[in-house]
């Protein structure tokens, strides 16, 4: 809890808003709960929690990848604006390939949306720091990293069970 309190300090145009970080981490129950389901399954069979896992991680990479035509739309001169709408699909097609695999190869899958999506936000934001706020990056690189660990502790489980 100190973390996310450390995150929202700092200076004003670094500062997380608590809008924003309330609702991002509120986002991470579902793959921290699911993770926790598929290590011990409870009343919910483990395939069925690594199902979900999976399609809510689709889901949200679709959003992370919808910010990005968001921000195209707005994007200052000087900005990759073609090529960011079009890497704002590509999320969503990784997110629907996991889905339509074993959860197996589909967990890694979303892992590695969620990575790129963080990598390519990385290079944006050092390429054209005006594309978006500083917090942003600051976020999203919390908000990643925390559901690459739940899924990763999903995936390994899954695999040993």
């Known amino acids: 809890m100190s973390d996310l309190l450390t995150a929202a300090k700092g200076a004003p145009q670094d500062r997380i808003p608590m809008a924003a970080l309330i609702p991002g981490v509120l986002g991470l129950i579902p793959f921290w709960g699911l993770a926790l389901l598929v290590a ?4 919910i069979p483990a395939d069925l929690a690594m199902f979900a896992l999976v399609t809510y991680g689709a889901i949200i990479l679709t959003f992370v990848g ?7 739309v707005h994007a200052p001169e000087g900005a990759p604006r073609s090529w960011m709408f079009i890497w704002s699909v590509i999320p969503s097609l990784i997110g629907w390939s996991g889905v339509m695999v074993s959860d197996v190869i589909g967990i890694p899958m979303i892992m590695i949306g969620l990575l790129m999506q963080w990598a390519l936000d990385l290079a944006a934001h050092r390429a054209c ?5 500083p917090w ?6 919390l908000l990643t990293v925390a559901a690459v660990i739940a899924l990763a502790i999903a995936w390994w489980q899954g695999s040993v069970l």
């Open 40 to 43: 011990m399954p409870l009343d």
């Open 66 to 72: 919808a910010i990005w035509w968001g921000l195209a």
């Open 129 to 133: 720091p005006s594309l978006f706020a």
């Open 136 to 141: 942003i990056l600051k976020l999203r690189t």
